[in-house]
């Protein structure tokens, strides 16, 4: 119900965007958060927004990651720039019915490298 996409291979200090689309069912009131794992470790929160568009990001991020919505198209993106090695993981989506709420929903991830 949810798909990420945009991931890839990139040096450090450059930039992805993420985009995160709901394909089949309409999730516009829905916080939808982005997450990241690394094997061997739970999910680690990145950022989300919720359907009215407030805002929320991990300390690790700010100011390098930022995280929006366009209802029109269904769609959610993280632009991240500024990336780490420390970035590396598989980032997935989620979709909760609050930005405070268990995220119920969740897709297939998109893997992102990012090499020193």
């Known amino acids: 119900q949810l798909q990420a996409s945009g991931g890839g291979l990139v040096q450090a200090g450059g930039s992805l965007r993420l985009s995160c689309t709901t394909p089949?069912?309409?999730?516009?009131?829905?916080?939808i958060g982005w997450f990241r794992q690394t094997p061997g470790k739970e999910p680690e929160f990145v950022a989300a927004v919720s359907g009215s568009g407030w805002q929320r990001s991990a300390g690790s991020v700010k100011g390098r990651f930022t995280i929006s919505r366009n209802n029109a198209n269904s769609a959610v993106y993280l632009q991240m720039n500024d990336l780490k090695p420390e970035d590396t993981a598989i980032y997935y989506c989620a979709a909760a019915t609050a930005l405070d709420e268990k995220y119920g929903y969740w897709g297939p991830g998109t893997q992102v490298t990012v090499s020193s």
């Open positions: 089949g069912r309409t999730f516009d009131t829905y916080a």
